[in-house]
Structure formats: structure tokens, C-alpha cells
């Protein structure tokens, strides 16, 4: 079985990279801003869950000098809403807060799906098992060379 195996990264990383960098552009183009609704307060910490700020690649955003800013998503928010009464300030908040999430994460879903990002950032997992995939095999393999992998 004969095997195109690259001999350098860049054949595999280059064109991936190149592609997210254009889409990822679009993407905070069009992207919501995080609403302060839903940017967890001192007090509000200890009362909901919230997750990381992220970046669309996944990498947390960390404020200078602060520590990253804690978002109450929808799917936690979902789950207060069952726990608590409406009538509590707790069941009010949360009520309040997953309106706001769900529409804040159909308009990022949107903007995903417009940019373009989700295929590219799929190009580059694709891309990154393909090196991977082609240095365990050049391993196991001694008579292809594994120069630059």
C-alpha cells in the first residue's frame, strides 16, 4: 500500500491556518458582543454557574491584570430555572438571564454558520489527525523518511 506521506508540517498546517485566519476575521466581523447580562457578577458567582470567556478557537480570554470573565450559559441557566420558583429573586434572575443567553447563542451559532468558521476550524482538526496519522506511520515504517514530522 503506498502512502503520500508529507515531509513537512507546513504542507498540512499552512493552508488550515490560512483559512481560520480569513474566517475567523469574518467571524468577529459579525459576531455578538457578550451582553453584561450575562457576565456573572462577585455576588452572582456563588449563586449560578458560568463558564470561561472563550475565544471561537476554544482558548480562554484572560482581561489584563483580572481574571477571565465567568458567562452564564443557557443549558445551566435551563437547569435554575427548573430549581428555583418564579417567585424567588433567584427564579426571576435566571429566567431573566436565559432569555437573554438563548438569544445571545442562536446569534452566535448564526454568525458561526455565516463566517464559515466551523468548516475551517473542522479543516484543521482534519488536518492535524492527518499529521498525526502520518508520523505514526513513517515510525512504523523505517524506509519512509520522517524528516521535519
Do not use: C, W
Not at 429566567?95 to 454558520?113: C, H, N, P, S
Amino acid at each position: 500500500m503506498n502512502i503520500a506521506i508529507p515531509y513537512s508540517i507546513d504542507e498540512i498546517r499552512l493552508p488550515g491556518l490560512a483559512l481560520g485566519e480569513e474566517t475567523r476575521a469574518r467571524y468577529e466581523a459579525i459576531a455578538p458582543t457578550v451582553l453584561d447580562e450575562l457576565v456573572l457578577t462577585d455576588k452572582e458567582r456563588t449563586k449560578f454557574i458560568g463558564l470561561d470567556e472563550k475565544d471561537i478557537e476554544g482558548r480562554t480570554i484572560y482581561p489584563p491584570h483580572a481574571i477571565p470573565r465567568q458567562i452564564a450559559p443557557a443549558k445551566y441557566l435551563e437547569i435554575d430555572v427548573q430549581d428555583y420558583s418564579p417567585r424567588t429573586l433567584r427564579g426571576r434572575v435566571a429566567r431573566r438571564k436565559l432569555e437573554v443567553a438563548k438569544a445571545y447563542e442562536a446569534a452566535k451559532e448564526a454568525a458561526i454558520e455565516t463566517s464559515g468558521v466551523g468548516a475551517a476550524i473542522d479543516a484543521r482538526l482534519r488536518a492535524a489527525s492527518n499529521l498525526r496519522l502520518s508520523r505514526a506511520r513513517s515510525r512504523n515504517n523505517p524506509h519512509i523518511p520522517s524528516q521535519g514530522l
